[in-house]
Structure formats: structure tokens, C-alpha cells
């Protein structure tokens, strides 16, 4: 770090010469009618297919879990009014080389695609990691968990943050009515999004794997008579979730399966689909671990 300085006593004039001449055999330059922001901005508002699986990436702490968990960068964008901190321009010399290609915006075309307050001038398009079936490691306890036609971004990120808290092995998406790539999805992750396995998949395709490798199914429905502790949750356990308006699809109630609910004491008749799925994946991680017994 001692090769940086702070910016801030920089004027704007001062830091393009430093950080130009420091990395120009890299840098692009993009002004707002460049193909570039057209493609930023059809992925912010998923306009357009994304057969890469692309997600747009803003700020220090973003860049940095791409940075921590290697993930593979196809843009590396810079504002350079905004660079101020030392830890700002370390991370653009940690991403660097790593960024298929790397591009400087004005201030006013770095806004036009931003969707944060305050980015500090640093934003990447990266590539969602890719998940399927095979890349499961089977053993004797594993667990999953499917989210059913789930459509609020923040309820499918902060379950996958869940997910990454208790050691699940994989999330399975199914009837996906809400898009992967998601800024809220990412921030709600807190980054989970790039560990966890994340398999985007159909009923068909995921009801036959968990079939062929003996998963328990065990269905979360509020009509449940089995209450969520009273499971043993032994051997392989898959945790279907419903969506937030409709639950599970009815094609799952034609396998073989276990239901359970939550007890709910207040008025409430349930619970956000997130908290419910965090209480059930702690009982069932815990016991299926054999932390805990009931």
C-alpha cells in the first residue's frame, strides 16, 4: 500500500494524469452513447437476455468479495473523480489484469448506470458463478434447499445468506420468477451469492435428481401438522420453500414427502419467507449435523 496516497487534496485534472499513466496500456475510454453503458443499463433493468450471466458489481465492499472469492470480471469501470482512498486504488490494482477490460466514465455517465448513492467510483460486471446437479458432492447428510417461484430479490438473497450460515450444500431455484443477477439480491447475500452453489433449474429435472439420490422432501406449509423441530431431518434432507403470494407449487404435493409448519402465537397467520426458512435450516443443519438433539 505504500506505492498509494490519499487523493482527496487531488484535483480531478491531478488524479486522471497519476492513475492514466499509471495503468493507460489498459484503460478504455466510454462516453455515454458507448455500447458499454447501452449494455449496463439493459442489465440493470434486465431488458435484454444474459445468456453470460452477468451481474453488475458497485462499490469497495462489492469489488472486494469479487476479489476475495476470484470471480471472473468482464468489465472493470472507474470514475476517477470519485477515487479518493488509498483502499479504493489498491483494489483497482488487485483487479486490474484480472478484468477482461477495463474502462474510465465521466461522473456524469458513471450516475447515468449506477444504482448506489455513493459507489466511490468503482463498478464491475461480473460473471455469476454456474452451478448444476454434478456439481453437488453427494454424501450421507446432504441438504438443499428449493425456492419454489420466489419473486422478491431481498427473500432469495438473504436465504442464500442463510444458506451460507448453516452449511447448506445447495439452493435449487425452481419456477425462478425473480432474476439471479438482482443488485438486491447480491447485497442481501452479502456476497453468499458467489460461495453458495446456486442451481437454476425446473420441477422435472430436480424432483428426478432428488428422487434418484433418496433425498427426504420435506414441504414447509403453514396446513402442516408436523411442526418443524419434531423432524430428525437424518440422511439426505431437500427444503422446498414456497413463494411469497402462492407457496409451493401443487406439483409437489404428488411426491413423496413430509410436511411442516412454524407454530405461530401472535395474530400472524406466517412469517416472511426468509426468517421461516433461516429457523427451519438452523434445526435442520444443527440435527442433521448432530450439533443438536431434541
Known sequence: MSNFEDLR?????????LIVNRYKSRLHFAGKQHPLIKKIDALNKNTKPNPERLAVIEGIWGLNLLAENSIRIKYLIICIEDIYTIEAQVLIDKLMNA?????????????SISEKDNSHGLMAVCYLPYASFDDIVLKKNNIVVVLDGLEIPGNVGTIIRSADATGIDAIIINNRKTRLNHPKTIRSSLGACFTVPIIDSNYEETINWLKKNKFNIVLTDTRAENQYFDLNYENRVAIVMGSEKYGIDETWYNTDYTGI?????????????GVAATIIMYEVALKNKGIMKR
Open 99 to 111: 478484468a477482461e477490460e477495463v474502462y474510465v466514465l465521466s461522473k456524469r455517465v458513471f450516475s
Open 261 to 273: 409448519s412454524i407454530p405461530m402465537l401472535g395474530s400472524c397467520d406466517s412469517l416472511n419467507v
Open 9 to 17: 487534496n487531488y484535483t480531478l485534472e491531478e488524479k486522471e494524469k
